[in-house]
């Protein structure tokens, strides 16, 4: 074949890289091992239901702007359905509900967070002054964290251990697939500055109103209509080297492939097989492979013959069992809710064998990831039944389990000084994936951001987002000035 543009994975942070090339007027060829796109983000034939379920349940926010403007270009924007209000439970029967009210933002969650029954007036207090430290930090100050835990950096900001496992833990965990006591600070406070507090619309949670593969089809026609070609199946057995360029990716089924840029969206575990020693001689960005773990998430599927849950999501504050997402069916309350009684009427994604079918997530699943299913799904319903009632051992039709593994990188300290750049030492090798540098966290947001900022280096322009941020409101940004001229150890003692 001849000299072209080489996309390796068609994750997210692939598809964003062919797309934004495709639209560019560049022909490209994205290769895939799969038979769909979308790589951890994707869905398969259950065969015991019949029904396209996704490999776990993924979400998007208000600030994840370049995620979205892929979703649009994929002309798919309008397959997102949007929560403003989120349902937080706990097993003392509380029923709290995050709302945005009509103060400016950063005060918008504010009186749906001094309504939180799970939190007494003290530990609400404490993590308003956590909220406004974080308010004052700067960029550069959040970053000079590197070192610290979460949990450390919470500790010293007055928050005791119950307001860490009931508020924080259940915010980050979910964010970053990570626990408190081991992601980096960083990462957790960036979360809530640009997720809860620099914008009203930020906190506004996405999911895909169809099965997540459903999304990324119209990339391949996308790719093809400019000429380009999509490769399913199809596996990277080495990267060759031709001098100090990349001159050829040879295929595991023997074929080989020249080109001009390649583009590896690769996860870390797999770039890392793949490039030869030569590369990785020459490029020290490889040289921080080894320094990244996974960590895993487990998608728990539970089909229902009847309605058990009235509400779109459920958020639970004191269970392993963290969040369990309604499929499909409109929320009567005929089973009745334990927390509460407000009913929220939603649109199903598709017609159900059952009447019901709930998705529920663990993330930093470590303590559950080598368990049997049979186990996963004794604890989902044993939990479950703590908020709702009815019998539902004898109300389950079908169930689930499904691990990934390899969901995401661990975003434990100090990982970001090994997060690699877009361009390197190989002029021709372009990085993209969530686990690069991104400026963000291990999400989709942060795939789909890699992926048009290896895309703009190939095309020679500064390898940048598509998409700016949200404009932080005004109220925001005149704390954050204040925060700037404030000496370091005095926003460092609130």
Known sequence: MSGQTLVLGGGLAGMAAAVRLAQAGHAVTLI?????LGGRATSHIDPASGQQVDNC????????????DLYRRLGVGDEVDWHDDLHFFDKQGH??????????????????MMRFGTLTLAQKLAVGRAMLAMMLMSRDQRESLHHLTFSDWLRRHGQTEAVIERFWAVIVVSALNQMPETCGAPFAIQVFQEGFLAHRDAYRMGTAAVPL????????RVIEDAGGKVMFGASAKRIVMQGDRIGAVELVDGQTIDIDDCISALPFDRLDKVAGDDLKQRDRRLDGLKHFKHSPILGIHLWFDRQVVPYPHMIF?????QWIFNKGGVGSGECGVKAGERSLPFTPHSALPTPQYLHG???????????????IIDMALRELSAYVSGDLRAALANAKVIK???ATFSPTPGIEAHRPATCGDVANLFLAGDWTRTGWPATMEGAARSGYMAAAAVMGEAPVPAVADLTPAPLYKCIARVGRVMPRSSVASL
């Open 317 to 321: 504050v004191d269970s392993p069992l």
């Open 404 to 406: 990934e593994k390899r």
């Open 95 to 112: 029923h709290d509900v995050l709302l945005a009210s009509d103060l400016p933002a950063p005060l918008h969650l504010s009186e749906s």
């Open 213 to 220: 593969a459903q999304l990324y089809d119209p990339a391949t």
């Open 361 to 375: 997530v663990i993330s930093a699943a470590d303590a559950w990831i080598d368990l049997s299913a049979e186990a």
């Open 57 to 68: 349940q993924h979400v998007l926010l208000g600030c994840c702007t370049n995620l979205l």
């Open 32 to 36: 895939e091992t799969s038979r769909r």
